[in-house]
């Protein structure tokens, strides 16, 4: 359709296996691409729900071998949560941005602020037992998918891990960038112009987050299990830029 | 590429001429498709710049003509901004949610929270006395397009009227739905089972913002002027929502 207009498209990948930890994360999408007859190009990026990069990594955590501080426990009847769940989040947290009857709302190690520091307690097994920590270092997770598909298929992809975050203001849940591999966090439009020549003044735009919410569009369908989604034809300049760069610094952050 | 799997594409509109006050929309949009070769179908989305839409229902103000009452001014000299511009933004909004030097977050009128209520000073011509202020209803707005594009070719589009905000905690600009018409603005997973069967627990989907968000990851490229999108493939129902219903009732805020 119209080779020649901007455009992108998005595909989500299927037939991957549910993720176990040890799995060969990047070896996992090269089958599931070839299998659904998308030949990876230069210049593709590949957005990974960070649930399968912490399955693929280990990051599971069984409940019944947490032991709640005193501080967990107050918090957690303050919030009306899981003592242990509450742990995990302080010990994942770096301060607590607010918190409530069920909410409790943090500055994650990593540097962003969501709800529960990401720690997710679905799609685990069904004894209820274990829940997900984030990836250690998310960058890392998507550098290496991006390395591991350069070194299989010689091209060269951006790799965006994506989680899914509430905000202020506004309802529904949105795919955000936690870990980014050649992709631009932010793209800086500054120093271009308007039709009349004037400098920009709304020009920083959250590119990563964007590609993040694009693929969470056919990936966020929670039950079909659609975890990477492809989206091809962007146009971005290449960066070795961190998902860190997009997060606000809290001394500049007037809600946090 | 592999109708089977899921996915959709984005595709700017080009060739749309330079808006001005009174122009028909729909039927500009119509003919910028058709001369790109788009026939639209029925579950297309488009999704247009809020920016468009006011300049074409003539939301348009002289500053010259603007008398900054006296809060106006006091408000102008603690951020620094334009007094002239400072009344308009109080005249669109319904509260303040925080100011500082070079910063004024309003509640808009609307609903939402942004920056400067969305009043626009780039784009409109050279001699930088002129802004738009957003739709009046944006929504109406939505609605008009889809009726037209009905009426036109007979064919059931979803339209989003977006506008690029500012975010509490991260940095760069995103898409989000100002207005909306056969899109839902939330997609409710709630009762949909994860893949061990257990209810989801994050089950609200901002559909219409990450649509949004998606095209503005083409239409955001500021001075190219791309101000439609046409996204083909999305799976949604049809939803007779408005754009409001994804914003967060004030009390339910932590952070307004």
């Not at 119209?2 to 299927?14: E, I, K, M, Q, V």
């Not at 649930?51 to 957690?76: F, N, Y």
């Not at 509450?86 to 409790?104: A, D, K, N, T, Y």
Request: charged content about 25%; overall charge negative; aromatic content about 4%.
């Amino acid at each position: 359709l119209n080779g020649g207009l901007p455009s992108f498209s998005a595909h989500a990948l299927p037939g991957l296996p549910l993720i176990a930890p040890g799995d060969d994360l990047t070896a996992l999408i090269l089958v599931a691409a070839e299998q659904a007859g998308l030949t990876l190009r230069d210049g593709d990026v590949l957005v990974v729900t960070s649930k399968v990069v912490s399955k693929a990594e280990g990051c599971i955590v069984d409940l019944r071998t947490v032991e709640p501080s005193e501080r967990a426990h107050q918090l957690a009847a303050e919030t009306d949560k899981d003592p242990r769940v509450v742990e995990l989040v302080l010990r994942e947290s770096r301060m607590i941005s607010r918190q409530r009857r069920g909410v409790l709302v943090v500055e994650h190690r990593l540097g962003f602020v969501s709800a529960n520091a990401g720690i997710d307690q679905s799609n685990l097994d069904a004894d209820d037992e274990h829940v997900l920590l984030l990836p250690v270092d998310p960058d890392a997770s998507a550098r290496a998918i991006r390395v591991g598909i350069q070194e299989a298929l010689g091209v060269n992809v951006g790799v965006v891990i994506s989680d899914s975050h509430g905000r202020p203001f506004r309802l529904g849940n949105v795919g955000v960038a936690i870990g980014v591999a050649g992709v631009p966090p932010l793209r800086d439009l500054r120093g271009d112009r308007d039709l009349y020549g004037r400098e920009l003044r709304i020009s920083v735009q959250g590119f990563a987050d964007q590609v993040a919410s694009a693929a969470n569009l056919l990936s966020g369908e929670g039950a079909e299990g659609l975890p990477v989604v492809l989206l091809r034809g962007l146009r971005f300049e290449w960066s070795d830029g961190q998902a860190a760069d997009a997060y606000r610094p809290a001394d500049e952050d007037l809600y946090r």
